[in-house]
């Protein structure tokens, strides 16, 4: 496992925003926790990580996301992990602090982004943590056939994942390289009355066998935006464990699974590459100046 970062040689906080490829990123310092750092893309919060604790993760998200992996996989065993989405690397940090043996992958598209997670929020990457600069969905189409234990989908454009990480296709590539207990991990944000997490989940339950949703109860029952997490695997997930663990979070989340869930989802369809999404965030997208463009065909 990782040592935690001296708190004596964390590094400076950057002065301004800086501009990246994709997006301009603000770091703000947590004056309640010398280490603490928010992360903000475009004026939204996207992530946060303890430089000196990695294993304490800020977020509530963050939190939730990691007790599936830690109940689908427990600590002790070994863990090859890939995430799409890279910001400070916070969830794969946290792994990197908690496990005794680990191969992390994460790509994230601008590499100006994993810059500034190396000078300003304390990312090293090694044997146990590397980042690959490039689309996402291409980097997992060149990893060997059932080499992960973990798929984890946490990238945004604007506020909304890029179609093309949520879809039909990009499903069966993920189960390709998740070995048969893998887990496929999804964190997006929606709004009522949740026409995107609804369609995301009926495209996992389309290809796994066992899926599971959680997020506030609020937001569950389309009183409020916010973050899902929706996990699913070709083997069952103990969803009154996840429950367990969830409940016992400083902001506990419910979760749904079996024939609650299939209510929850009703008549939403799976999504697919060559459809343009219809959710409520997509008809939002030129707000962001983000265009729909359909996927090119996979190559294998």
């Not at 792994?95 to 043996?101: I, K, M, P, Q």
């Not at 506020?159 to 296709?169: I, R, Y």
Request: aromatic share 4%; glycine share 8%; proline share 7%.
């Amino acid at each position: 496992m990782s040592k935690a970062a001296n708190t004596n040689a964390l590094p400076d906080l950057p002065a301004h925003p800086i501009p990246v490829e994709q997006v301009v990123i603000e770091i703000v310092g947590d004056p309640r926790n010398v280490g603490g750092r928010l992360v903000l893309q475009d004026g939204v919060e996207s992530s946060y990580i303890d430089i000196a604790h990695p294993e304490r993760l800020g977020f509530e998200y963050q939190r939730h996301l990691a007790s599936v992996i830690d109940v689908m996989h427990p600590r002790r065993r070994a863990l090859s992990a890939f995430q799409i989405g890279g910001g400070p690397c916070a969830v794969m940090r946290y792994l990197d602090a908690t496990r005794r043996d680990l191969r992390a992958l994460v790509a994230e598209l601008d590499p100006g982004v994993i810059a500034t997670a190396e000078r300003y929020l304390g990312l090293v990457q090694g044997p146990r943590l590397r980042v690959e600069v490039g689309d996402g969905r291409a980097v997992m189409q060149r990893l060997p056939d059932a080499s992960l234990d973990i798929v984890v989908v946490d990238a945004f454009m604007g506020l909304v994942v890029p179609h093309a990480l949520v879809t039909s296709q990009f499903v069966v590539g993920a189960r390709r390289v998740l070995r048969p207990e893998g887990v496929h991990i999804i964190n997006l944000i929606d709004i009522p009355p949740n026409g995107y997490a609804t369609a995301v989940v009926a495209t996992l339950r389309a290809k796994y066998a066992d899926v599971i949703v959680m997020a506030d109860a609020a937001v569950i029952g389309g009183d409020s935006a916010g973050n899902f997490v929706i996990a699913a695997s070709d083997r069952s997930i103990p969803a009154e464990i996840v429950a367990r663990h969830s409940v016992r979070d400083d902001d506990p989340w419910q979760v749904l699974s079996g024939r609650p869930l299939v209510r929850w989802v009703g008549d939403a369809a799976p999504l697919d590459d060559s459809v343009e999404p219809d959710h409520e965030l997509a008809r939002l997208g030129d707000l962001f100046g983000r265009v729909w463009r359909p996927q090119p065909k996979d190559t294998a």
